[in-house]
């Protein structure tokens, strides 16, 4: 009997020690936030309903600062039954890749132990943001507010506050208004049913009011900021591509455009809609939404433009209008908070373009002209040792297939120069880091050497003396015309000769001298060859032309 006592007493003390272990070994915290590992991630699901939960990325000045937020939000939170946690990506990879964690949303809520269907979280600006989002999570997101005194306060607090006007307050419309306020923490929403507030604002049917206080350096607005708010405000926060409204997308002061590719009869394509409609709101002004149908025969030239496949939509771009470079949502995931976030990163100047080209032809170097993609279009044109003359087109562009046959007359006539390469790229498949403002066929001249001033060079030797010898010769052809038909060979001989000769001049003074004599004399033969034989060509076609329409 006391043998068995004994054995009792010791498996309860041994118990005992076991229960004191499990609790001694608690989760490690900093600043009240989980520290989250592969080894310890179950547990905290386990022990904590609701886990929010900060995907740390060290080098990303986003993460950083959004840590920051996620500290300050973890002490409010102290006694809540949300709890916080980071888990550094740079050191868990293998829990990152089993959580699905590698692309954004950064942060994701974690219900009821459930791994494997976060909830996921908009972009926030602040520590209150995450706290605010949270509260209106578990209800309600939206304060009713119940007479004209309480609405004036409301209107009055913030900069800028959202105020759903509904006839019902409970159900309905008003359920999309409570679950937009959710996914929008940073602004203050309230509703109400009040008709003193609705007869106020001068509105019968259910409404949504966006508020915003004016301030006094307002009242110095100028004609190009209203213009522009006008124009930003005049198309809708979504705005379908079409032959109206194409005029007004491309006219409007907001360069940065997001594109929303899908298909209208899509059965998800109310849901993604939605989503890309709720993005915008938080970017008005700064990115311009659109959407196009894929399935509108009309927008081909759209999906041309973009490379985008009609089997690929829904999908989501950026682009800025100055540049030819653009951006992919790098997610399958199309809701709000993923959209929010790929904007801000694109804004922040933290996207990674993607750069798209077409198939290297097997005979891409075979013919005079060479045909190059976007893989191989730097590593010729930055060629140290080549002189590449390079035109830029648009198949589709009358102007740039008139081009087509004075440039392989052109690299006929460089054939046997190997340090000269006459090349030819299609705009319109291939993506380039190059700022191409000017209209295709855009002619580029890369030099051999200090290939980066080539911007200079170009702008110097072929708008200075391509446009203007050409435009000269061709209006004073115009204007002489009987002239030069009767006197064609000494014209020819006395003009071109002189011209020729005062232009080859002001090039040997002004680049020669200080540029390119010091740097390479045999590059000068070589870029004053091909500066004479352009010319000619570009002249003899054009006097040829001009000769032939007027006999």
Known sequence: MMRTLLLLCVTLCCL???????????????????????????????QNKQLLVHFFAPLSGDSQRLALAFRGAAEQLIGSEVKLGVVDISKETNLTKELNATTPPPLRLYLSGDRHNPVPCPVFQSSASIVTWLKRRAGPSADIITDLNQSDRFVASEELVVLGLFKDVERGRVEVFYAAAVDLPDLPFSVTRNQDIFRKYDITQDSVLLVRQVSQRQSQMTKEDLISFITVHQLELVTEYNGQTASRILSSPVLNHAIL???KTDERFQTVYSDFQAAAASYRGKVLFVMVDVDEPRNGRMLEY?????????????????????????????????????CKTYLDGNAQPKMQSEALPADWDQKPVIQLVG????????????????????????????????????????????????????????????????????????????????????????????TLYIHTIYTLYIHTIHTIYTHYTHYIYTHYTHYLYTLYTLYIHTIYTHYIYTIYTHYIYTLYTLYIHTIHIIYTHYIYTLYIHNI
């Open 306 to 342: 973009f490379r985008v496949r009609e089997s690929e939509a829904p999908m989501v771009r950026l682009v800025n209008l100055t540049s030819h470079v653009t951006y992919h949502l790098p997610s399958d995931t199309l809701d709000t908070p993923t959209i929010i976030a790929f």
């Open 261 to 263: 590719f899908v298909n």
């Open 375 to 466: 893989e191989n279009l730097e590593r010729l044109a930055f060629n140290p040792d080549k002189t590449a003359f390079i035109m830029f087109y648009l198949p589709y562009s009358e102007e740039s297939r008139s081009l087509f046959p004075l440039w392989e007359e052109l690299a006929l006539h460089f054939l046997d120069r190997e340090e000269v390469v006459i090349a030819r790229i299609d705009a319109s498949a291939n993506d380039f880091n190059l700022s191409m403002r000017e209209r295709y066929p855009a002619l580029r001249l890369f030099p051999a050497l200090h290939a980066e001033r080539v911007h200079t060079f170009y702008t110097l030797y072929i708008h200075t003396f391509y």
């Open 16 to 46: 005992s020690v076991t229960v004191a272990g499990d609790s001694s070994t608690s989760l490690p915290e900093e600043n009240g936030v989980l520290l989250l590992k592969k080894d310890n991630f179950n547990r905290a699901l386990k």
